[in-house]
């Protein structure tokens, strides 16, 4: 079995940004990333982020309010993020806490500079296959891991297990974009390992530790593993039990050291698209 | 083989605009149905759409431009349509000839008023299972014939050939929503006849005539064709071979007199629900 490694896919991403950079005269493209509370996970991928657009050579800065911040100053301080010249991108880390009205900020948030993909309208752009708006960063990393793997999609059996906005429903259709036959699988499926089985790509975005094993997997399947868990050690670990693949699966992501490292790569791209956009 | 007939899952559909009617006070809601040139189909839409209105005790008024209007003139006069606090609801009969910007109506057009589910906060929010919006017509009708018909979708495995903006891609997501297991078909589907025999539920949605027979059926799957297209000898037709599902579908509607009849009644209630928010 091949290990998909997410390094190597963030580097051909990165040679994209440098050839996309070029172009660029003026100022360098600005990251703001928005964080409401101090979440482990937030402030993991924080990290990760920042790190990222260093070495890609990009801006970035963190926006940081206190867990307990009003909705009304949240708004206005969002506000400002999003009027400000000097910023291109936003990341906002969610969820946000119950007192701020998500939905709201979703509404708010410049679709040129939602790199994310949390907007109606890029959200609608990525349902109807419309590739000028931005999809959410970890469901266009599952399409840059196949594509940097060159491994066929079109009219190939893909199942994605998982129907989040932020994954399952997205990569689905960013999946279809690029020709597949996809399949949503979801708590509710009846047969879930019989349905996975048959898929050429197995895509996992359910959330759960080791979830999914070498039994739902078809003989020479690539599998593809979104989650970021902790398992029963405290140590990271996916949704897919990985080592039960060797045998079964033909090629499969890590974690760490798959898909997420991809995220923060795909972060960069759609950061440095906004700012060739708002020159 | 059971017929689903179109009129009986109508005739449900109205008992609920008539619970809907009943706690509203002061005017009757208003479609303006908004049509470009003189195509048969649209003129055909516009007239069944038109009974159905007044059938339901709903009015209804057609808005119809010369097939080479402008682009600026036709968006003033959509502008006019769009801002009249008389018309509750707006069908736009697509496509627009190509001087048109279509992208453009579909951002003007206000979502409340979006009965057909063309703006992108109504797609984002189909996209996203949100009820409270507006999915577009034929999607929802096939939703519809199935729950009049007390046909199980949850866990259940739907097959969804054909992936439109009008109806594969909304109704795999309103069926996503029904807690089925969602499988979107297409052109470049390999073995696509393999893959729709697994369905419980199989949609046609491709308009092609007679696309799909009994060889493509599953034994006791439900069929569904959304298809209206023109055969061989000029009768209408689906995407389905009618006949050839006898004996091995459990049930399948018929076109003309299925899915078709049951979109105007979904029209109508959509114009209902707008009406209500709109006072």
């Given amino acids: 079995m091949i290990t998909l490694k997410g390094a190597e896919v963030s580097a051909k991403i990165r040679e994209q940004v440098d050839e996309l950079c070029k172009g660029m005269t003026g100022s360098t493209p600005k990251l703001a990333i928005v964080r409401v509370g101090e979440r482990p996970d937030d402030l993991s991928y924080e990290r990760g982020a920042l790190k990222k657009m260093e070495a890609f050579g990009l801006l970035a800065e963190s926006f940081a309010f206190p867990g307990d911040i009003s909705d009304e100053d949240f708004k206005r301080e969002f506000s400002k993020i999003n009027e400000n010249p000097e910023i291109q991108g936003i990341l906002l ?57 060159e491994i066929p999609m079109t009219g190939k059996k893909v199942i994605v297990v998982g129907r989040s906005m932020v994954v399952g429903r997205p990569l689905s259709m960013l999946m279809l974009k690029e020709n597949a036959t996809v399949t949503i699988c979801h708590t509710r499926t009846e047969n879930l390992k019989e349905t996975c089985k048959q898929g050429d790509i197995l895509v996992a975005a359910v959330g759960r530790a080791k979830m999914l094993d070498g039994s739902y997997v078809g003989t020479g399947a690539v599998v593809i593993d979104v989650g970021i868990n902790v398992d029963e050690n405290g140590k990271l670990c996916g949704d897919v039990d990985f080592d039960s693949l060797e045998g079964i699966a033909s090629m499969a992501t890590p974690v760490p050291g798959g898909v997420g490292a991809v995220t923060t790569a795909v972060l960069a791209k759609h950061l440095v698209i906004a700012g060739l956009s708002q020159r």
Same sequence: chains 1, 2.
Avoid: H, W, Y
Avoid at 120 to 131: C, L, M, Q, S
């Fill in 93 to 149: 880390l969610r969820p946000l806490p119950e007192q701020i009205r998500e939905k709201d900020i979703e509404e708010m948030i410049q679709p040129k500079k939602d790199l994310d993909g949390i907007s109606p309208v890029n959200i609608a752009k990525v349902f109807a296959g419309d590739e000028s708006g931005f999809a959410p960063c970890t469901a266009e990393a599952v399409v840059e891991v196949l594509k940097a793997n």
